[in-house]
């Protein structure tokens, strides 16, 4: 459960644009402003009346009809509602108005991203990033050995909030909104189409860009490692002027030298990066808790 005191709000904030703001779903869920919005969904601050508390609401866009859109939310909350580490976003309900609006809740974190961490101080102490790693990789391996793959992982969607525990900061991972599911053989199933790529291209593994390939868990390992180099260099190690060239760089580039770029991390550092950014999923660590032993090990080197 969100540890994050409610916000004494009782004037809802109307915005005349958005038609759900200042209503409840079902009774329930009384919408008091937007929080954020997607290409498939809005997220919204919400009180849920039954215990007073504040909760976020993933609302699906009602012009979404396609079966891909609704299929990919009804995964979200398959994905979310197994997940029971303190580093997952926690799951609360779902549902669906006689409206047509279907929705999720899910706890309200307060505090900023890693995204907005980077944009304001630039990159990390190896100790601060070793910390937020072993915390992701936490998340990410309960999340594995459910059979659920991430594929969305970016700075965005770690965020950094208050909680009863002597790690700081505190992590936790959001969205599984792209999130791939296994079969009961625990083979991945791809929701998405042949024709279709998921995922946001900075941090978007090479066998991701592959149009029609089904991607596991390695592409989570791969943008662990991107999300890595950029706290502790301060730069993404693969970037291009469009998403296109920003794939194509993942496929074709050569992993930079961290070492080469701040010199201070250590020569071991460009052997752990060599681990989790190898082009091929086979010959990168094969789960997530490795990557945050790998790395602890390279910047103690």
Request: aromatic content about 6%.
């Amino acid at each position: 459960m969100s540890t994050v005191p409610p916000i004494l709000d009782p004037k809802p904030i109307i915005d005349q644009t958005d038609r759900l703001i200042g209503h409840s779903l079902l009774g329930r869920y009384r919408v008091r402003r937007l929080l954020g919005a997607g290409n498939m969904a809005r997220v919204y601050l919400a009180h849920q009346v039954s215990v007073g508390r504040e909760v976020a609401v993933k609302v699906l866009r009602t012009e979404l009809t396609d079966d891909d859109s609704a299929i990919r939310f009804r995964r979200e909350v398959e994905a979310v509602a197994r997940l029971r580490s303190p580093h997952s976003i926690q799951f609360y309900d779902c549902g669906a108005t006689p409206s047509g609006y279907s929705f999720i809740v899910m706890e309200y974190l307060e505090g900023e991203t890693l995204h907005e961490r980077l944009e304001r101080r630039g990159a990390l102490s190896p100790g601060e990033t070793l910390s937020i790693v072993a915390q992701c990789a936490s998340a990410l391996g309960e999340a594995h050995a459910a059979g659920i793959v991430h594929r969305d992982l970016k700075p965005e969607n770690i965020h950094f909030t208050d909680y009863p525990s002597p790690l700081s900061p505190f992590v936790k991972v959001l969205d599984f909104g792209l999130a791939q599911l296994a079969d009961s053989q625990r083979t991945p199933v791809n929701i998405t189409g042949k024709h279709t790529t998921v995922g946001t291209p900075a941090y978007l593994a090479p066998e991701a860009a592959k149009v029609g390939h089904v991607t596991d868990w390695r592409c989570d390992i791969y943008a662990l490692g991107i999300i890595t180099f950029e706290m502790l260099t301060g730069i993404r190690p693969f970037s291009g002027r469009t998403p296109l060239e920003a794939m194509v760089a993942h496929v074709r580039d050569p992993i930079p030298s961290a070492y080469g770029l701040k010199p201070q991390l250590g020569p071991r550092i460009d052997q752990f990066f060599a681990q989790v950014l190898a082009k091929g999923p086979q010959e990168r660590l094969s789960n997530a808790a490795l990557v945050a032993e790998a790395l602890g090990e390279a910047l103690s080197g």
